[in-house]
């Protein structure tokens, strides 16, 4: 395209205002002294009259789109002056009508390059072409500077020489045909820099407010503007993140972006809106320089998309939107980002740090707290029911509750819609404005009932499966039923002979064993009767007149250890003290707190902050229980004798148990061979044994047993036999005795092994240097802070542990002598931390309960005794035909005997370990029972785990306000300088173009 030199009324006055030459095809002509020299243009027409003119002039002035200021100035122009330049625009227009400069060329050359979608085929020098063309509107469409640099007499010249090039370009729609370019891109084309140019041509546009009213106002410009986020060009995508950005300030474009972005999220087949730029943010691009400038822009829309538009009044819409960044994972993004150190992407992140704190201060007040977490659903829902308990709302909020419960689970289906309808159905609650409007861009659409019934199978369809299925069900349940009873029998066969085999198997052991300690120890006892007659025969004969007196004996030894006299440090003021139960002296000995010297700590301590830190001088409804009385009408339909509310249950009884009298009968009888009987049927049934007044009425109506009920006729067959109770409870507790033998073993094994960990735990941490380190310490602020008889201790009780935590600070209330202890643990005594390790096995020990244990044992005893007192009565009676009872029963009274003994011998190892570990530490044995005891360290480890946090937090939260407070000075420190510097330019300069807003937006000025 060969270039079209203009006249000095050309377009070439405006590069010279510019200083530049931005477009190379134009000339242009300066005199000495850089002004403009201004022909004297006399009019070929006479001049109409002078309304006539102003309507006419008035038309001009629009078509130019002037600021108000420069309006004022044309207005105020003489009338021959205004025919002036209005004769010699219109005689402008048509010497350059059809010249390159004129919208008409560049829109055939967009629409040519459109019709033409691919790059492959084109030569360098017709791309280079392609992109000086875009290039060259780009520059013809940028007419801010203009109205900044020019003075008004320049200014005049100016408007004589405009040849209304953005209104011609408007007029002829040449931004659709920018649009269709940018939408008809192939791969090449959107990676190359025409692209870029394009992008540059609407940014041109927009700086003109009649070409941003244009863009704004057109049906999918911002859209298409959004699609070309999904470019790998990084220039092209920092100029459309500028212009998406802008326009979030610009009145009502805030919605088009967020609704461009929903259109891109679909473009893209993106999870969820603004999924690419959190890649974008995140991802590494190679070249520094061209990655900050990109994360910058990125920042700088967010913090747009977030504080502009509704989210400049509503806290409710900015935390909306800024959850959808927060679930993306934008925060550890930002804390990488961080590594940058570059000033201007710090100042955005800053901000959206700032904001978001602001926010979820400002929304935590609403619940009187100081911080929500947002992340812990359980809060969440605290927080929820604590505000509508006692309200009206509260039963909608159970019912919601409740048919959550009942919402799908499965991963199959629509599981996932459904919840994403219930989630905007809220989210449209919480951020629509009181006029119903929304100022997102995801309102609910198409939600229609009867969509949602065509998609229900026909109900008749439905039903004829539902039957179908139940019919399987039934089928299925009884098969279910047989094959489980057929598996109980196989089971209970099974493990009779595993147990006999492992019984056998021991009771050989245990005869070897005793074989072989009774050789040993009858070969000591003729070793032992040797050396007696040995000795008496030489005693005899040493016997002799008048021997030696035998000397005296020894003295006593002491009792116990001299213990020395302590010199403890003494506070200038009395302090809080450490509530402590102090370890009689009388039994010190043999313990851990006889090698503990605390006079060494005072040594180590910071005893003033102690002092200062502890100092003491520092300012159920009961309901009653309604018992329900239920009544119950004795309908009697047949014979019945029996009270009628124990007939009712123990019908009840057989109906679950499903089987008849006679059935019942032959399973005791038999031991229950079969397992027909359950455990649980055994146990209800020893409930309805007969009573002795039951069996005479029975008896009174033995002839009328075809009239008798159910339940009597039950109680009156079993009673009919011999010890029935006895034999019913033998069987119960046969089946019951492996399974208790099962729950008791493992505990004595568990709490052995426990206990003997605790004990090798106690030797080593009595020879440990950090164990005797905390102790002493402990015993040390004791000794300090304590006077009188409750201070000068050798020791401690080891439940003192945790009163520790009871003395609390007078400087801060949350800080109690447990958390001073850690801290001064920390810094001075680091090993003791070691102590987790040493006693990992105090949470299982502290949950064996000694006393229930016993009497589980003393239980099963108890029950032994009594089967077998029952065998030795049946062994002495006439055995009928099919009673099992005494074959079955003595083989189990052999393996349940050696069973037992087994568990006997485990607790009496079990109760010796526990009883060396209290010693260790100076406790009573018969008062300390194991759950208190090991309970009391658990305790105390958990106490300290959770104080070492609170540390933790507590200075977490100290080193934030630190941090958040030098940000908020430098950012207020900053905001002011830049405000003083805005008030230093020109009176006369003006803002609010749009390219005032990209620069505002990339510096972060415009979040001051």
């Not at 819609?417 to 609650?429: C, T, V």
């Not at 070793?527 to 021997?547: F, K, N, V, Y």
């Not at 009595?766 to 006077?787: D, H, I, P, R, T």
């Amino acid at each position: 395209m060969a270039p079209r030199k203009r006249s000095s009324r050309g377009i070439s006055f405006i590069f010279c205002c510019f200083r530049s030459s931005d477009h190379p095809e134009i000339t242009y002509r300066l005199r000495n002294d850089s002004s403009f020299a201004l022909q004297t243009m006399e009019p070929a027409l006479p001049m109409p009259p002078v309304e006539e003119l102003d309507v006419m002039f008035t038309e001009l002035v629009d078509e130019l789109d002037l600021t108000d200021k420069h309006r004022e100035a044309m207005f105020a122009l003489p009338a021959e002056k205004k025919w002036q330049i209005y004769c010699s625009k219109k005689k402008d227009q048509e010497e350059n009508k059809g010249a390159t400069s004129w919208p008409e060329f560049y829109i055939d050359q967009l629409n040519s390059m459109a019709a033409r979608k691919s790059l492959i085929a084109l030569e360098k020098e017709d791309e280079e072409e392609r992109n000086k063309t875009i290039e060259s509107l780009k520059t013809a469409l940028r007419t801010k500077p203009m109205r900044q640099c020019c003075s008004f007499p320049c200014f005049i010249a100016l408007i004589i020489a405009c040849d209304l090039f953005v209104t011609r370009f408007i007029d002829l729609d040449g931004l659709s045909c920018i649009l269709n370019f940018l939408k008809s891109m192939d791969y090449e084309t959107a990676e190359s820099r025409i692209h870029t140019s394009l992008i540059g041509c609407i940014k041109a546009l927009m700086n003109n407010s009649l070409g941003r009213a244009h863009v704004l106002a057109h049906s999918e410009s911002i859209n298409v503007i959004a699609q070309s986020l999904s470019t790998e060009n990084i220039k092209t995508k920092v100029a459309v993140l500028e212009i998406m950005g802008a326009v979030c300030l610009v009145p009502g474009g805030h919605k088009k972006v967020l609704e461009a972005m929903l259109h891109y999220q679909k473009y893209a087949s993106e999870r969820t809106r603004f999924q690419t730029l959190i890649n974008d943010l995140d991802k590494s691009t190679g070249r520094y320089r061209d990655e900050v400038s990109l994360k910058t822009a990125i920042m700088s829309f967010i913090n747009a998309v977030l504080s502009q538009g509704a989210g400049v009044e509503s806290l409710d819409f900015r935390l909306h939107l800024r959850y959808e960044f927060l679930m993306l994972g934008i925060q550890p993004v930002i804390d990488k980002l961080r590594e940058h150190e570059n000033s201007t992407l710090d100042r955005h992140l800053d901000f959206f740090e700032m904001l978001r704190n602001e926010d979820e201060l400002e929304f935590a007040k609403r619940f009187e707290l100081v911080h929500i977490d947002t992340k812990s659903a359980t809060q969440m829902f605290e927080l929820t029911r604590k505000r509508l308990t006692h309200t009206e709302a509260y039963p909608h909020f159970m019912s919601i509750l409740h048919h959550c419960l009942q919402m799908p689970y499965k991963r199959s289906g629509n599981t996932v819609q459904y919840w994403l309808l219930l989630d905007r159905i809220i989210q449209q609650i919480v951020i629509q404005s009181d006029k119903g409007q929304d100022p997102d861009a995801t309102p609910l659409e198409n939600f229609n009932i009867k969509n949602v019934v065509r998609m229900l199978v026909n109900e008749n369809e439905v039903k004829q499966w539902k039957e179908q299925a139940e019919k399987m069900r039934k089928e299925h349940a009884e098969l279910q039923q047989k094959l489980e009873k057929k598996e109980r029998e196989c089971d209970a066969k099974a493990q009779e002979k595993e147990e006999m085999m492992q019984t056998l198997n021991k009771m050989k052991e245990k005869l070897e064993k005793e074989s072989s300690e009774h050789k040993q120890v009858k070969q000591q006892v003729a070793d032992l009767t040797a050396q007696l007659h040995e000795m008496s025969r030489r005693a005899i004969c040493a016997a002799g007149p008048g021997g030696p007196p035998l000397p005296p004996g020894a003295p006593g030894a002491p009792l116990g250890f001299a213990l020395k006299k302590k010199s403890i440090p003494q506070p200038t003021n009395a302090l809080k003290s450490f509530n402590w139960s102090k370890l009689p002296e009388n039994k010190l000995a043999g313990t851990v707190w006889t090698d503990i010297d605390d006079a060494k700590v005072f040594k180590i301590l910071d005893l003033e902050d102690l002092e200062r830190t502890f100092s003491a001088y520092q300012r159920q409804q009961k309901e009653d229980a309604i018992d329900d009385t239920l009544s119950s009408r004795h309908k009697v339909k047949e014979l019945s004798v029996i009270d009628g509310r124990r007939a009712q249950n123990c019908n009840i009884l057989l109906s679950r148990l499903k089987l008849s009298n006679e059935e019942i009968k032959r399973a005791i009888l038999t031991m229950d061979e079969q397992e027909d009987l359950p455990k649980d049927m055994l146990e209800q049934l020893l409930k309805f044994v007969p009573e002795k007044s039951d069996i005479d009425l029975l008896e009174e109506h033995k002839h009328e047993l075809d009239r008798m009920a159910k339940a009597d006729r039950f109680l009156f067959e079993m009673s009919r036999i011999n010890h029935y109770q006895q034999r019913l409870q033998s069987l119960y507790f046969k089946k019951k005795f492996a399974e208790r033998v099962a729950e008791v073993k493992p505990k004595v094994t568990s709490y052995t092994s426990l206990l003997a960990a605790i004990r090798a735990g106690s030797k080593a941490v009595l020879q440990s240097s950090s164990l005797q380190q905390l102790l002493e310490v402990v015993l040390a602020f004791g000794n300090y802070m304590n006077k009188g008889q409750r201070g000068n201790a050798f020791g401690f009780k080891i439940s003192s542990l945790n009163k520790i935590a009871d003395t609390k600070s007078s400087i801060d209330k949350n800080i109690t002598l447990l958390h001073y202890l850690i801290t001064i643990v920390e810094k001075k005594y680091p090993k003791v931390l070691r102590l987790h390790e040493e006693l990992r096995d105090i949470p299982q020990a502290a949950k064996v309960n000694m006393t229930e244990l016993e009497k589980e044992i003393n239980t099963l005893r108890s029950g032994l005794r009594a089967v077998e007192t029952e065998l030795d009565f049946q062994k002495s009676q006439v055995q009928q035909t099919g009673d099992k009872f005494v074959s079955v029963v003595s083989q189990f009274i052999t393996l349940a005997s050696f069973s037992f003994s087994d568990v006997e011998d485990l607790l009496a190892e079990a109760k010796e370990l526990f009883s060396k570990a209290v010693k260790h530490f100076g406790e009573d044995t018969d008062k300390m029972q194991p759950d208190e005891f090991f309970g009391i360290f658990d305790q105390f480890l958990q106490a300290v785990t959770e104080a070492k946090q609170e540390n933790e937090n507590m200075r977490r939260r100290k080193e934030e306000e630190e941090r958040r407070a030098r940000m908020e000075a430098q950012l207020k420190e900053q905001r002011e300088r830049e405000r003083k510097a805005r008030k230093a330019k020109e009176s006369g300069e003006e803002g609010g173009e749009f390219d005032d807003l990209v620069s505002a937006l990339r510096s972060g000025e415009v979040f001051d």
